[in-house]
């Protein structure tokens, strides 16, 4: 007769309240490490598909044995890819110059995506897939807007300065294999 019945121990209110104002400050520390994050990830899903874009073009060109045009416009934010038709233009032999032996090996152009007089590639194109470029990235051409790749993988080379916030990629296309590179800046 002279036990205590035992008594369950808890948590006071003190102690719970000093546990919700360090997860509160836990928290509040920890959240914008998070939106930056996040962002940055944004930031790199977006390169990587504009990269992707031109990786595509290539395997494309590689693939059914056509040039392939890849064409950035800035100020409509959009990047299109479209097939070159006919011969490659890549591929075109050039006349040898003059005092060296042997017989000029220029073909006679079938279609207009012969190289005009100023060595561009005329215009008359199929195009395959237009893509937009989020509003959020702001991209930049500083070797020229537009890539084509030839039918063995080599490219006429470009270099993309790509900017979210405060987050800088450079999207490179080497001039001798076509190859896409992307790195942080």
């Given at each position: 007769m002279g036990q205590r019945p035992e008594v369950?121990?808890?948590?006071?209110?003190?102690?719970?309240?000093i546990t919700l104002a360090v997860l509160a400050v836990a928290?509040?520390?920890?959240?914008?490490?998070?939106?930056?994050?996040?962002?940055?990830?944004?930031?790199?899903?977006?390169?990587a598909g504009f990269a992707a874009t031109l990786r595509h073009a290539r395997e494309q060109a590689i693939t059914t044995q056509r040039s392939y045009r890849v064409v950035v416009d800035t100020d409509a934010r959009k990047i299109s890819v479209s097939t070159?038709?006919?011969?490659?233009?890549?591929?075109?032999?050039?006349?040898?110059?003059?005092?060296?032996?042997?017989?000029?090996?220029?073909?006679?152009?079938?279609?207009?995506s012969w190289p005009n007089d100023s060595g561009d590639v005329l215009k008359k194109t199929e195009v395959n897939e237009t893509r937009a470029i989020s509003s959020r990235l702001v991209v930049e051409a500083l070797q020229g807007s537009e890539v084509i790749?030839?039918?063995?993988?080599?490219?006429?080379?470009g270099d993309f300065k790509l900017t979210a916030g405060d987050i800088v990629y450079r999207v490179t296309v080497d001039r001798l294999t076509g190859r896409v590179r992307s790195s942080r800046e």
């Open positions: 369950a121990r808890g948590f006071t209110l003190l102690e719970l309240i928290m509040a520390v920890v959240t914008p490490a998070i939106g930056r994050g996040t962002e940055s990830l944004r930031a790199r899903a977006e390169v070159l038709p006919g011969q490659d233009p890549m591929s075109i032999s050039q006349p040898r110059p003059s005092g060296q032996a042997g017989p000029r090996s220029v073909t006679s152009p079938s279609d207009s790749f030839d039918t063995r993988g080599g490219a006429n080379g």
